[in-house]
């Protein structure tokens, strides 16, 4: 599969800005999107982190300002069906996933409902 042509990436970083601005916004400040050759790679900032009891205003600062690495959807060709990879924080990596209902394809808003799900709670 060729990369995600200019049209996709922009009308993908608009529905999941969208997205998470409705679905999202006590829990999601912002979304990432970086691109790479098939891949989108979707990333948020928390809007209500964790913070270790004794954090410091600039411990705190550091940690609003880094962005949560959720999932990576794949280009398949159609704007409404993306691969669904969650990113696995022990090794860094991407693992394949299912869809809540149970589909290996799915709209850019359901991939991103099944990450928040993990990465948002």
């Not at 990369?3 to 997205?19: F, G, K, N, V, W």
């Not at 409705?22 to 964790?50: E, H, I, L, M, Q």
Request: charged share 25%; aromatic share 14%.
């Amino acid at each position: 599969m060729d990369s995600i042509p200019e049209y996709a990436r922009q009308a993908l970083e608009d529905r999941l800005e969208t997205h998470a601005r409705t679905a999202w916004a006590k829990r999601c400040a912002g979304v990432n999107v970086r691109f790479r050759g098939k891949y989108a790679y979707v990333d948020v900032f928390d809007s209500d982190p964790w913070f270790m009891p004794g954090s410091t205003t600039e411990e705190k600062e550091q940690i609003r300002q880094t962005p949560v690495k959720m999932c990576r959807l794949g280009w398949t060709g159609d704007m409404d069906l993306w691969e669904l990879a969650f990113h696995k924080y022990s090794d860094g990596t991407y693992w394949p996933s299912l869809h809540f209902d149970g589909s290996g394809r799915s709209s850019p808003e359901a991939c991103f409902d099944c990450a928040a799900q993990v990465y948002l709670r």
